[in-house]
């Protein structure tokens, strides 16, 4: 049985870091697309970072939204099946809830290799995690 599990959510202050964590277990972990959504009250779930997993012969650069390009990064730890979302610099637009997501299939565009990126492309999710910042 495929679980992901997300942790590390919290309040900070404006400006302040969380580190998020998704554990992926019962399920392959490398060669495959894991990435973090986010999502408001009455808004679509958005991706904010996506990570391909283990590499290998595709490249891939991590996807990054606008909105949080050089404040987050994701990465993995395979030993762990875990994939993490370092957040610097929160700011109150950052508040949310933060789902793992898990299994998305792979395109071909321009040349490269990406990760799907609408909700609807990833089929494993974990519970979420709340996020919140204050001004």
């Known amino acids: 049985q495929v679980q992901v599990v997300e942790s590390g959510g919290g309040s900070v202050q404006a400006g302040g870091s969380l580190r998020l964590s998704c554990v992926v277990s019962g399920y392959r972990f490398t060669s495959n697309c894991i990435g973090w959504f986010r999502q408001t009250p009455g808004k679509e779930r958005e991706a904010v970072a996506i990570?391909?997993?283990?590499?290998?012969?595709?490249?891939?650069?991590?996807y990054y939204d606008d909105s949080v390009k050089g404040r987050f990064t994701i990465s993995e730890d395979n030993a762990k099946t875990t994939v993490y979302l370092q957040m610097n610099s929160l700011k109150p637009a950052d508040a949310a809830m933060y789902y793992c997501?898990?299994?998305?299939?792979?395109?071909?565009?321009?040349?490269?290799?990406?990760?799907?990126?609408?909700?609807?492309?990833?089929?494993?999710w974990g519970q979420g995690t709340q996020v919140t910042v204050s001004s």
């Open positions: 997501a898990a299994d998305a299939p792979l395109s071909w565009t321009a040349g490269s290799w990406y990760c799907n990126r609408g909700q609807k492309d990833y089929n494993y």
């Open positions: 990570i391909y997993t283990g590499g290998g012969e595709i490249r891939f650069s991590s």
